[in-house]
């Protein structure tokens, strides 16, 4: 029998609980165990970790423990509880997608993104809870209900990948996966205090997917500091023959960054892109905290900001497209099944043209070449990652800010789907709160390909808002 150390708890890096179930200091059974002691703690209240089974948990740590005494070589994640995004197919598990439609789904395989984590070592225990279909940045449906932001449960986890953001911050899982088309890895890091990124296009290759050259949403990791996310990130990343977009860098390239050198780093600062962003004056005040901190760290700070006006309307279209592409014959098959946000999206797609997804994609275009123009004078782009901090758990969205009406549910997320289109890597990283003490995230923005620099940046960052 192991002897945990006193020092290692479910708060712990995934990185140490990894290491330490290598070195057989602590057993993954005895890991598992203080998950599952955590997740009864605040499960409950939190609603974070939805489907989860601690018998099949119990058997996979098993199998995990007799691998390793076997002598056999074993994965970076070895030995670690995961919860996968309930939107992420793991087979033989039950897989939801937020929806009653699909509430008694059991997939039969797992889906790539799934594949690559649990042959790193990871076992399953659960599934982390997401919004009807992942659509909205407040977790929320009639399945499994709604969840609360770990540090203040009056308010949104944010979404659509708000369970697995809870579920972390709140020590329930060491890493989660999730999924970003308008924020959905970094909108809910940002209100629960953890890191989530958004990797490049074709970073981390997704399989089976309806369309493989449909490009708004990427997988992604998420994890409660930067060090950790590059570890997850090294195992989903790396090229898959089934993903033709999927980039060709090996995923073991992410792994263990260090901080990027912060003197003379050429920093573009924007806390509303030009006016064409709404944003609280807490969160304004936390992004330009941030450009302060680069800047006594010696970073080239300026306030400048790429033209992003084209990507309201290209987000908005290429959205609905998909929607209408993905969902439409279940939305004609299941009329009152959806929540009405989502099913005027869809309707909203019914009603595209062609010329109009053409446009979307034209716009896209110039979109890139801008961002390819604006790299070239600028390492990072600092901008808000959400608009708002976190709302009442009770509102859909927020319906204003700064006394200003949000007219719709995607309106306040502006700051984050302008990225989306643009098919660069952004990372959220915590660095301050409100007034009333509820996390605010920074978003880091870096050219296509620049995910390895993007997390030294980021590391530092963190770094800064440690210090």
């Not at 598992?32 to 996979?60: C, K, M, T, W, Y």
């Not at 493989?212 to 997850?232: H, I, Y």
């Amino acid at each position: 029998m192991s002897h945990p150390t006193a020092s290692l708890s479910v708060d712990s890096t995934a990185r140490d609980q990894a290491a330490a179930v290598r070195r057989r200091e602590i057993s993954a059974r005895e890991l598992l165990d203080l998950h599952l002691d955590r997740i009864a703690a605040r499960n409950p209240e939190l609603n974070a970790i939805v489907s989860l089974d601690e018998e099949r948990a119990r058997a996979g740590a098993a199998a995990a423990d007799e691998l390793l005494a076997s002598g056999a070589d074993v994965g970076p994640l070895h030995g670690l509880p995961f919860a996968f995004k309930d939107t992420h197919a793991v087979g033989g598990w039950r897989t939801t997608y937020g929806s009653t439609v699909m509430a008694d789904n059991v997939p039969e395989r797992d889906e790539l993104i799934v594949e690559r984590v649990r042959a790193a070592g990871a076992f399953t225990i659960g599934k982390t809870n997401v919004p009807e279909f992942a659509a909205g940045s407040h977790t929320f449906n009639k399945v499994f209900g709604t969840t609360l932001n770990p540090v203040d449960p009056t308010r949104s986890a944010g979404g659509s990948s708000g369970g697995a953001a809870c579920a972390l911050a709140a020590g329930m899982v060491p890493l989660a996966d999730g999924s970003d088309m308008g924020g959905s890895l970094r909108n809910p890091a940002s209100f629960c205090g953890v890191v989530g990124m958004r990797p490049s296009l074709g970073r981390v290759p997704e399989w089976p997917l309806y369309n493989q050259w449909e490009t708004t949403s990427v997988g992604g990791p998420m994890a409660r500091n930067v060090g950790d996310l590059a570890l997850l990130l090294s195992v989903m990343a790396g090229p898959d023959p089934r993903a033709p977009q999927a980039l060709g860098d090996p995923g073991a390239s992410f792994a263990a960054p260090v901080p990027a050198p912060l003197a003379g780093l050429r920093v573009a600062l924007s806390v509303d892109l030009g006016g064409a962003l709404e944003v609280d004056h807490e969160v304004a005040a936390v992004v330009e905290a941030a450009g302060r901190a680069l800047a006594g760290a010696g970073a080239a700070v300026g306030a400048s900001y790429p033209d992003l006006t084209l990507a309201e309307d290209t987000f908005r279209t290429l959205r609905a497209w998909h929607f209408q592409a993905k969902l439409g014959s279940l939305l004609a098959a299941h009329p009152d099944a959806f929540k009405p946000s989502l099913a005027d999206n869809i309707r909203l797609g019914e009603a595209l043209t062609g010329a109009d997804v053409a446009r979307a994609y034209t716009q896209r275009t110039a979109l890139s070449e801008t961002m390819r123009s604006f790299f070239g004078d600028h390492d990072v782009l600092v901008l808000p990652v959400s608009q708002v901090p976190p709302f009442p758990a009770t509102s859909e969205f927020p319906t204003e800010i700064n006394g200003k009406p949000m007219a719709t549910y995607l309106d306040w997320m502006r700051s984050a789907y302008f990225i989306t289109v643009t098919g660069c890597p952004a990372i959220s990283v915590p660095f301050g709160t409100t007034s009333s003490g509820l996390p605010v995230g920074v978003q880091l923005v870096a050219r296509h390909g620049a995910d390895r620099q993007l997390l030294e940046v980021a590391l530092a960052v963190e770094g800064l808002a440690a210090g």
